[in-house]
């Protein structure tokens, strides 16, 4: 029978480091985003 990793957590896995990279990823791609749309608006503004 095959173990349940899911529920306990697999012990060669750093979970701790894995959401810390996540929580940077998405915290990069939202302010990325943010960056790109002010980039956008302020284009729209001052070259039209």
């Known amino acids: 029978m095959a173990d349940d990793h899911a529920a306990a957590g697999h012990p060669d896995m750093d979970y701790a480091e894995h959401d810390s ?9 939202k302010w990325g985003t943010i960056g790109m749309v002010a980039l956008m608006v302020l284009m729209a503004i001052t070259l039209l």
């Open 21 to 29: 990279t996540y929580a940077m990823f998405t915290a990069m791609t």
